[in-house]
T-cell receptor, first 112, second 114 residues
Framework: GIQVEQSPPDLILQEGANSTLRCNFS?????LQWFHQNPWGQLINLFY???GTKQNGRLSATTVATERYSLLYISSSQTTDSGVYFC??????????????FGTGTRLLVSP | DTEVTQTPKHLVMGMTNKKSLKCEQH?????MYWYKQKAKKPPELMFV???????INESVPSRFSPECPNSSLLNLHLHALQPEDSALYLC?????????????FGPGTRLTVT
């Protein structure tokens, strides 16, 4: 099956710093989503980005599907950004039932 | 509104108990999903329902029994679970009308099997 690797696995930032999270996938994908999982377990939708670039406030994301990677940029980080960031992909050979395969995750801690 | 609700938030059950997890959405989505997430691991797909029919079962043991009584509700019936089934169980939904394939997740049920 498709492999989805994220880097770095762990990241510690001072408040106000910028960071880039990477998601590499081993095969073609139909769709890609970025999530933030807060300490209570809730998965919060950040971006639905099968290709191209999107921005939402301090966050932006870019997916280059032909090169099989996606990047999530966090600028001016805040303590509330702490948590685990997952990318999730729908494999390209899927039957169409939108099976999401999650990446390995990046655990982010933003300190004051 | 992009809300998926799940009840209960927490559940502790013995290995001989029968319990059910409930998931509800009112976004008109026609695909619903169950995922299981062990501690410090990513979520893993268990089941997919499309138009109230079971479309994908990822080789889940029969002690987990899904049910989709209508387009807004998804249940997961639990029976004779093992301690290793302790995990966060997440429900999700997505449109099936071609407008988008984005999945939206509920807050999860944290299950402990004793």
């Amino acid at each position: 099956g498709i492999q989805v690797e994220q880097s770095p696995p762990d990241l510690i930032l001072q408040e106000g710093a910028n960071s880039t999270l990477r998601c590499n996938f081993s095969d073609s994908v139909n769709n890609l989503q970025w999530f933030h999982q807060n300490p209570w377990g809730q998965l919060i939708n950040l971006f639905y980005i099968p290709s191209g670039t999107k921005q939402n406030g301090r966050l932006s994301a870019t997916t280059v599907a032909t090169e099989r990677y996606s990047l999530l940029y966090i600028s001016s980080s805040q303590t509330t950004d702490s948590g685990v960031y997952f990318c999730a992909v729908e494999p390209g050979m899927n039957t169409g039932f939108q099976k999401l395969v999650f990446g390995t995750g990046t655990r982010l801690l933003v300190s004051p | 509104d992009t809300e998926v609700t799940q009840t209960p938030k927490h559940l502790v059950m013995g290995m001989t108990n029968k319990k059910s997890l409930k998931c509800e959405q009112h976004m008109g989505h026609r695909a619903m999903y169950w995922y299981k997430q062990k501690a410090k691991k990513p979520p893993e797909l268990m089941f997919v329902y499309s138009y109230e029919k079971l479309s994908i079962n990822e080789s889940v043991p029969s002690r987990f029994s899904p049910e989709c009584p209508n387009s807004s509700l998804l249940n997961l019936h639990l029976h004779a679970l093992q301690p290793e089934d302790s995990a966060l169980y997440l429900c999700a939904s997505s449109p099936r009308d071609g407008s988008s394939y984005e999945q939206y997740f509920g807050p999860g049920t944290r299950l402990t099997v004793t």
